[in-house]
């Protein structure tokens, strides 16, 4: 089985956490293993709609970005991937507090990838649960203003 550069792993959270729409919405990767990963996002009030909850939008962004890097986890070194479908329920409202979202690779194909996540409220409450379609993109690799070490260890 393969097991990710910790090197890697610090430096593609460097990257992606300080990506502007990560940092627009407060939204950190806080752990990423093969075929797992972790997301939260820090509620404010710019998260929320009219009616004082968080709007759909910020579960959709965190579901979406836990599925993607759980899958991308188990993907190639040069490999990307893309969105292709999102499904979202929406199980119960949140205001305030933290958004933790656990990201899952279902099943990592040639040609697609499946993923799921679900949100909890740090409470443990259940907030959303969602799956993810991806589109593998063959060399197309991770784009990184320093070169990155190898993804996988023994490689």
């Known amino acids: 089985m393969r097991e990710l550069n910790p090197e890697y792993v610090e430096q593609i959270g460097a990257s992606v956490n300080g990506c502007p ?3 627009l919405l ?11 990963s972790l997301l939260h996002i820090d509620l404010g009030l710019k998260h929320l ?3 004082g909850v968080v709007h759909g939008g910020v579960f959709s962004s965190i579901i979406d970005a836990a599925a993607f890097w759980a899958v991308y986890s188990e993907a190639d070194e040069d490999t990307g991937m893309t969105t292709v479908d999102l499904k979202i ?8 507090g933290t958004m933790i979202a656990e990201g899952r690779s279902i099943k990592l194909g040639k040609t697609l990838g499946l993923g799921e996540a679900t949100v909890i409220d740090d409470e443990g409450r259940m907030l959303a649960h969602g799956t993810s379609t991806l589109m593998i ?3 197309f690799p ?3 203003a320093t070169p990155l070490p190898f993804k996988f260890l023994g490689t």
């Open 26 to 36: 407060s939204m950190k990767l806080v752990q990423l293993k093969i075929g797992r």
């Open 49 to 51: 709609q009219p009616f």
């Open 89 to 96: 329920n929406y199980l119960a409202p949140a205001s305030k």
């Open 142 to 144: 991770f784009q990184s």
């Open 21 to 23: 729409y990560f940092q």
């Open 137 to 139: 993109l063959q060399h």
